[in-house]
């Protein structure tokens, strides 16, 4: 089973207990990649970027490089950094905010350099107490090391960053929504047109969103050289990337590994990944990346994890979580349970995903917990079309942002692979396996 | 707003026209119009929930999707948040498009209650309307529907029902972008969205009811109208609202001879769709139950309007206040000390016999006319005939001691509303707009909001506007002439520290900056100043001589009068005021004219309110004797109690033309009952001059006439024919004869449209053409019409070429007088500040002791308690503490109020509102007993008690 | 008079600095007050309505939009336990029902004791370590019913106070001063950009 020997990057620090102190990161290498930006010219260090071909670790997939270039020029722009990591089953960003802080700030300083942004903000999930303890701590020391605040290093340039925490709403990781509550609102997304913060973002000015991981690249490529980047992986998913690997796994736990190279078996067998499922047990379905994407099987295993190859493939490698679900899972449960999840977290806007959710949610209970009716999957099938018509992936939509059309793929791919089951549940008025 | 929201006055057909393909066919649309402004007017109407043309849209019940070609092929969009492209491919009646707005009214239904039955929005529902038009046929939903506690009452005016409410966020934006006061905003996430107030602070906006009139589904309800009627019961007509002189349209609805409901019109030049609660639930006091006014009267028992109501309960409560208030509906003399029913032959003959030996004695200067701001403009110009032509007085006043020199706002350079609105500098010098005109304060607040205008505020306390100017000057009463001297004097430094004024000099310096700046050269183009009375214990001659001296150095500049009262515009128009004549024009310059059409006019200039009522108590050959009041009531709604009571005691005789009851009825000789609001057709004249119809929705109770017919009827016992038959006749009179008028006739109302009027002289200003709004703007409107309902006036796209002509009338009025041309205003001295004394400013309060408030239940309870305001340094240097009990006293008499302190009230001043009693104090207007009307400013010391 | 303590009004203060507009730091203000009093109290949402610019309602319509924030009085430790996909897969159904009947107290509710409020909560992103358990937005990384038993016998004996302090995500955060780059040289940077961007242009 090739497990590729590409350099950690992100994570090659986390040996350490001591990771997150400026000590440990001055040690390794800390506040290299930033000097030498300060270095260069920003459009230089965009450049970099660029040919990395770094696509965005948030769970678009955008590549960074593209979406600098189209911040709108206008005197007055910030950047905003998404630490708010809550798709079920992600844990990457995490565990760089709570293991290596300093690494994401230095990323932030240099793209902050490269854009030519006087003010970044980095919006973290209110649950992460310890994470929120710790960024806001490293914050404290890049200041006194003179890595941010007036005059970085001498270079002339000055940065200041704010640690903003969020207060519990998922919805606040959609990049519109994130800056409507960074603005001290509701997590209400943003309608659509304008697509992009690029253009008006923040305050109504235009605005980067990256996420955390992205962040946490940027001074190895800056360090290395964007083709050094490029040269890892293949196609446009270059690098590596940090995956968390949830379910039924001997090892579950955040794996760096090297993109296209690396297939989906590979993470989940591999022994020093994944460790195969547990009990050895069969594999019945896994979640390829995160619980909007539609689910895979067996069949899927080998597939490269590649953006592209997995687009192709009908579904997304998305926040980089990969849940996996041996023969003792019931597949009504854990689609009903992703439902919830999205009824739950629906911000209320639009009529489709605010009622369409409860609607479908109270009907996967019910089949759930023995009250199906045959009909019901027909009735599941059309509400998610009237919510992402076509139910197909990429999806359509008919709501603002695509937390609506993230409700359907897995009562589909559900009913689609497990339909029987279902018929099972209706049949038996209740669940087989309770 | 946005842009689009705020040009249909534009035309599509410009050379930026954007074209594209809508269902397969060409269509143009406005730069940046949305699709489903643009597809409307291209005839096909897209359903919608959440988007309303006057807010910003939203996008969130997602009933408007339409598909839209795109890079990625055509996509699901909702048109009201997409603009038209050029070229792109817009279809609407798709399969596609179908299933969608199947699926969304399918989904907004699984969680609504359907309790149409019991709903006030049942039969003028959209959710209904569209469910049958665009929907499902049968609910597969079967699961428990989300349940909450219903309704729950927000506010003393306002309901809340949370399951019925579909999160079309119409309501919140309303109150956060309309009115600027969130009060109202969504609580919760997901399907737990819902409309929330903060637990201790109800939805106290003066502007809640749109609220009402804008929620799709019955979800927000009104007390005054809850469960009164259905629809289907429901006649209506077009009108205006004469509440305040703003002239907002509205659509006045019925049911069997009572008003049940007054819903805010489109209109683009005035009132947007929006109405303040007192214009639209005041109506309640046109209802108030008819009284037999004889005992009420007969026992020299005052008449206390709303003695003993309750306070800041929930309106529900207080109804049994409606039968004590009641309506004046028969006539009656005085025997004695009693009032008794007669007809009303007998009554006028007694009127005519009284009036004649008044004047037989002492001469027609001897009567004086009070009031008639209430009238329609050919009630006034009725009236004004018969005072200044048949009796031959020119004591005629319509404005109570609370208005401003009329050949001063009939003279000068008018703005219209919408130019005070996009005036590049705009100066206020008036009182708070929010609480005298409040749909005005919407406008000039969005227009502030916007940048499309920078406010320069003048004013005695601080208002709700100061937050939304660019400077606010806070001054003390008789400041405002230095003040307006230093604006405009020719330095750029202030040669002194204008009197008083607590502000800094580098805001004046800012203000003057900021008029240099206003455009094109230093004569005030590109200026707007709104004026108004700031106070009612300072005398209007300082605001006039305030606003003389900006109209002097400004000639460039417009001017837009805030008078506030009901139609008083309409009244200084026909006349009502010493020294003029219908029209605009001066006696003076009329005198031939109106000699010549009349027979007969005024010998010498008369005396207004204050000097009428001097005069009275005075006496002496020339005096006052006589005083006609016209829906006025001198001892609530004249500034000096003391002078109005000595002068209603002194008189020798006295006339009450009244609808309502008031403290002044029981010094009446004769009382003769007149129709109100809603109860005759007319015309009214707003404060920009736009003339727009009253329709007369009921008819007047018991045997109360309109006002003109009472004019003419008295008219032919004092022996002259004033030769009207019917309104008709009064309007072309007026076009004939009155200057300003020439040429318009009331039939353009029904030309141009309905909605919108046309401002005097015609030509001064822009007509608009008129749109047809989106019905689910005002769901209510609509609904009634398509129910039966007579339909509103109809909208007419374009204008007659005979109308086009007749706005440039070429001048076929041959020696018609000029119209008034501005004459410099009497100078008026201010005396020193005295150190010992603090200067009272006296401001108005929407909700008041008047009748319209005192006699709707649901209002009357709002009116807030009364109380001295002073800024707290001065309370700190008397000694006062807040909320400690303090002695005011004047000259003319003292008053025992609770004292707070306010920052908003400049140092040296003390704040007591007008018309706002003490609940501890008989419901007497306080504040007038302390105030010499004849004084230019008062003067009143505190005192801990 | 304000709600907030001395301290905990400077710290608004500073917070609201941190900002290009005041209602930025609503939320951060929200967790200082549920710091202060363990809840939200409507005095604390209208102290804040009051200082960065909104009306309280507009403070509580958004409070309620976060589940981190509390309008109603909860426990002293705010018990959340995650029921999210990997956590089922691995026992979280079986824990919250050991949870509730260990507390006494049904999901959402609070101990009489005032001490626990019980919480099912969407994932806490800590799926290597099913189930996963959250005090005070601490994480406990609890698996079994034993350990948790012995967490909450802990926590009633008054343990654990250094690793799980009172609610409020900022108890132990203090920013060293505020920013620190001087806005005149924002301003002289965004100028340059502006006119660097302008040569570009023409
Ligand atoms: C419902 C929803 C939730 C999201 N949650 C997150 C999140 O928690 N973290 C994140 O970085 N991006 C999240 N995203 C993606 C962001 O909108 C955005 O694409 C991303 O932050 C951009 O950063 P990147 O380009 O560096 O990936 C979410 C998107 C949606 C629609
Ligand atoms: S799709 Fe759902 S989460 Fe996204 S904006 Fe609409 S209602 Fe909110
Ligand atoms: S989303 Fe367009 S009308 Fe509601």
């Known amino acids: 089973m090739a497990v590729t020997d590409a350099p950690r990057i992100v994570t090659a620090r986390l040996d350490h207990a001591d990771s997150h102190t400026l000590e440990r990161y001055l040690a390794t290498g800390g506040y290299d990649g930033l000097r030498k930006a300060l270095g260069m010219t920003p459009a230089a260090v965009v450049a970099e970027v660029d040919a990395a071909s770094l696509l965005g670790r948030g769970g678009a997939g955008f590549p960074a490089g593209r979406k600098w270039s189209m911040l709108k020029k206008d005197p007055v722009t910030y950047l905003v950094v998404n630490g708010d990591e809550s798709e079920p089953a992600t844990f990457k960003d995490h565990l760089l905010i709570e293991r290596d802080p300093h690494q994401i700030l230095e990323g932030v300083i240099i793209s902050a350099y ?73 997590g209400f997304p943003r309608i659509k047109p304008p697509f992009f913060p690029a253009v008006i973002g923040l305050y109504g000015q235009p605005t980067v969103v990256n996420n955390v991981e992205t962040m946490a690249n940027i001074p190895w490529i800056v360090t290395n050289g964007g083709a050094a980047f490029a040269a890892l992986g293949e196609g446009r998913s270059t690098g590596t990337r940090l995956f968390a690997l949830a379910g039924h796994v001997r090892n579950p736990g955040p794996y760096e590994v090297e993109m296209v190279k690396t297939t989906f078996r590979d993470l989940i067998y591999a022994p020093s990944l994944g460790g195969g499922v547990r009990e050895d047990r069969e594999l019945k379905a896994f979640v390829p990346g995160g619980v909007s994407a539609p689910w895979f099987g067996p069949k899927q295993l080998d597939l490269p994890l590649g953006q592209d190859e997995v687009g192709a493939a009908g579904s997304m490698l998305g926040s980089g979580s990969v849940v996996v679900m041996d023969e003792t899972t019931c597949a009504v449960r854990a689609s009903w349970r992703i439902t919830k999840f999205f009824f739950r977290e629906s911000c209320g806007q639009c009529t489709p995903c605010r009622e369409g959710s409860g609607w479908l949610e109270r009907i996967m209970y019910r089949i759930e917990h023995g009250g199906g009716r045959e009909e019901d999957l027909d009735l599941l099938m059309d509400v998610c079309d009237n919510i992402s018509p076509g139910v197909n992936w990429p999806p359509q939509q008919t709501t603002i942002c695509v937390l609506g059309p993230s409700i359907p793929p897995s009562i589909a791919a559900a009913i689609s692979m497990f339909r029987d089951e279902f018929l099972v549940h209706i049949k038996d008025g209740g669940c087989p396996f309770d | 707003m946005t842009d689009q929201a705020s040009q249909p006055t534009a035309h599509p057909d410009t050379d930026d026209a954007v074209t594209f393909t809508l269902d397969g066919r060409p269509a143009t649309a406005r730069p940046g119009e949305l699709l489903i402004s643009a597809a409307e007017r291209a005839g096909v109407y897209i359903p919608r929930f959440c988007y309303h043309p006057r807010m910003e849209p939203v996008g969130m019940c997602r009933m408007c999707l339409v598909e839209v070609s795109g890079p990625r092929g055509a996509t699901l969009q909702p048109a009201c948040f997409i603009p038209a492209e050029a070229g792109s491919e817009v279809v609407t009646n798709s399969d596609k498009v179908k299933k969608a707005q199947d699926g969304v009214l399918e989904f907004l239904l699984v969680n609504h209650p359907l309790d149409c039955p019991v709903c006030d929005k049942g039969g003028e529902c959209p959710l209904q309307d569209q469910t049958l038009a665009y929907g499902p046929g049968e609910s597969r939903f079967v699961e428990e529907k989300r349940h909450f506690e219903k309704p729950i009452p927000i506010s003393d005016l306002v309901l809340l029902d949370r399951e019925r409410c579909i999160q079309c966020a119409r309501c919140t934006r309303f109150a956060e972008e309309i009115a600027g006061e969130a009060q109202i905003d969504f609580a919760g996430r997901g399907e737990l969205v819902e409309v929330a107030t903060f637990p201790t602070e109800p939805f106290s906006s003066y502007f809640s009811g749109n609220t009402v009139q804008i929620c799709p589904v019955g979800a927000l309800t009104a007390t005054p109208y809850r469960f009164t009627a259905r629809p289907w ?79 800041g309960q929930f309106a529900g409560e207080v109804a049994e206040t409606a039968s004590q208030v009641g309506r004046i509906t028969e006539p009656m003399v005085r025997d004695g000390d009693r009032h008794v029913r007669v007809s009303w032959s007998e009554a006028l003959s007694e009127a005519a016999s009284r009036l004649s030996a008044v004047r037989e004695a002492h001469g027609p200067g001897s009567i004086a006319f009070i009031g008639g701001g209430r009238l329609t403009n050919e009630g006034a ?123 800094a000099l580098e805001d004046l310096e800012r203000a003057r900056a900021l008029i240099a700046g206003a455009g094109h050269g230093p004569d005030g183009t590109g200026v707007v100043v709104l004026y108004g009375r700031p106070s009612f214990a300072e005398d209007g001659a300082v605001t006039a001589a305030a606003v003389a001296t900006l109209a002097t150095a400004w000639p460039g500049a417009r001017f837009l009068p805030l008078l506030r009262r009901g139609n008083v515009h309409g009244a200084l128009d026909m006349g009502m005021a010493p020294g003029v004549l219908p029209g605009r024009s001066s006696l003076e310059h009329g005198h031939a004219w109106f000699s010549d059409h009349w027979g007969s006019a005024p010998d010498a200039r ?192 374009g204008l007659s070429r005979e109308l086009l002509a007749a706005l440039h009338p070429d001048d076929g009025g041959e020696g018609a007088p000029p119209l008034l041309r501005r004459t410099a205003p009497t100078a008026v001295s201010i005396p020193p500040p005295d150190h010992y004394s603090l200067r009272l400013v006296s401001t108005r309060r929407l ?21 001295a305001l002073a800024n707290p340094s001065d309370l700190a240097r008397l000694g006062i503490g807040p909320g400690d009990r303090v002695r005011v006293s004047s000259p003319r008499g003292e008053l025992t109020l609770v004292a707070e302190g306010d920052s908003g009230v400049p140092k040296g001043v003390l704040v007591i509102e007008f018309n706002v009693s003490d609940p501890d104090q008989p419901a007497d207007n306080a504040v007038a007993s302390l105030i010499d009307a004849s004084a230019v400013v008062n003067e009143v010391r505190l005192e801990s008690l | ?139 406990v990384r609890t698996t079994t019913a034993q350990k948790f038993d012995e967490l909450i016998d802990e926590l009633k004996a008054g343990g654990r106070a250094e690793e799980i302090p009172p609610h409020g995500t900022l108890v132990r955060i203090r920013r060293n001063g ?8 924002i301003e002289r940077e965004r100028a340059r950009a502006a006119s660097s961007a302008g040569e570009r242009a023409g």
């Open chain 2, 606 to 797: 008369g005396r207004d309110t204050t000097e009428a009522l001097r005069s009275v108590v005075e006496g002496g050959p020339g005096a006052t004797r006589a005083l006609v009041l016209l829906g006025a009531d001198p001892l609530e709604d004249f500034p000096d109690r003391v002078l109005a009571t000595r002068a209603l005691e002194a008189a020798e005789v006295v006339i009450a033309v009244a609808g309502h009851p008031g403290p002044a009825l029981d010094h009446a000789d004769v009382v003769l009952p007149v129709a109100v609001s809603h109860e005759r057709p007319g015309t009214t004249t707003n404060i920009e001059g736009r003339v727009t119809r009253l329709g007369q929705k009921l008819v007047p109770p018991g045997l109360a006439w309109p006002d003109w017919t009472i004019a003419s009827v008295l008219s032919d016992e004092l022996g002259y024919d004033l030769a009207i038959g019917a309104v008709t006749d009064i309007a072309e009179e007026i076009e004939r004869v009155a200057p300003a008028y020439r040429g318009f006739a009331p039939a353009f109302l029904d030309q141009v449209s309905g909605h919108d009027g046309l401002v005097v002289p015609l030509g001064a200003a822009p007509v608009h053409t008129v749109e047809p709004i989106d019905p689910m703007a005002t769901p209510g409107v609509e609904s009634v019409e398509r129910q039966g309902a007579p339909p509103r006036v109809g909208l007419t796209e």
């Open chain 2, 233 to 311: 019961d429901l006649d209506q007509v077009e009108s205006t609202c004469t509440t305040c002189a703003l002239g907002c349209r509205v659509a006045v609805q019925s049911s069997a001879n009572r008003l049940t409901r007054l819903l805010g019109l489109d209109s683009e030049p005035v009132n947007h769709g929006w109405l303040c609660d007192k214009g639209r639930f005041s109506f309640e006091a046109v209802n108030g139950d008819e009284v037999s006014a004889g005992p009420a009267l007969g026992n020299g028992q005052p008449v206390t309007l709303g003695s003993g109501r309750p306070r």
């Open chain 3, 1 to 139: 008079m304000s709600h907030f303590t001395t301290t905990n009004a400077t710290r608004a203060r500073q917070l609201i600095a941190l900002y290009p507009e005041p209602r930025s730091a609503l939320l951060p203000l929200c967790h200082l007050a549920q710091e202060q009093d363990g809840w939200l109290r409507p005095e604390a949402m209208a102290e804040i309505a009051e200082l960065v610019g909104v009306t309280a309602a507009e403070v509580r319509g958004t409070a309620t939009f976060y589940d981190m924030l509390h309008t109603e009085p909860i426990g002293r430790y705010l018990v959340s336990v995650c029921t999210n996909i990997a956590c089922i897969l691995d026992g979280a159904t079986e824990l919250l029902a050991h949870a509730e009947e260990r507390l006494g107290v049904r999901v959402g509710a609070t101990t009489a004791d005032g001490l626990f409020t019980l919480e099912e909560s969407e994932c806490l992103a800590d799926c290597d370590h099913p189930p996963c358990v959250q005090v005070n937005h601490r994480f």
């Open chain 2, 381 to 503: 110009y009725a009236w004004t005939k018969l005072a200044k032509a048949v009796i031959g007085t020119d004591s005629v006043d319509a404005q109570l001691g609370d208005g401003l020199p009329a050949e001063l706002v009939l003279s000068l350079p008018r703005a219209t509303i919408d130019e005070a609105c996009s005036a590049p500098v705009v100066v206020l010098l008036s009182g708070d707009v929010r609480e005298e005109l409040p749909v005005l304060f919407l406008r000039l607040r969005r227009a502030a909001l916007d940048k499309k205008i920078s406010l320069i505020e003048l004013s005695l306390r601080s208002t709700s506007l100061t937050r939304y100017a660019e400077v606010s000057l806070t001054l003390r009463p008789g400041d405002s002439p230095a003040v307006a001297r230093a604006l405009v004097g020719p330095n750029a430094s202030v040669p002194t520290h204008p009197a008083g004024g607590s502000f």
């Open chain 1, 114 to 186: 490269a854009l030519q942004v006087t003010q970044a903000f980095i919006y973290l999930r209110g649950e992460f107490a310890l994470g929120l303890e710790r960024m806001e701590e490293a914050l404290n020391d890049a200041y006194r090391h003179g890595a941010v605040g007036e005059d970085i290093f001498g270079s002339g340039f000055s940065l200041d960053i704010v640690v903003h925490p969020g207060a519990g709403a998922y919805i606040c990781g959609e990049e519109t929504a994130l800056l409507e509550s960074l603005e001290g609102k509701r």
């Open chain 2, 847 to 867: 909700y008041d002791h008047g009748a319209g408030v005192v006699a709707s239940p649901s209002l009357a309870a709002l009116t807030p308690p009364l109380s």
């Open chain 3, 178 to 185: 505020g920013l620190r780059v001087e806005p005149q040289r």
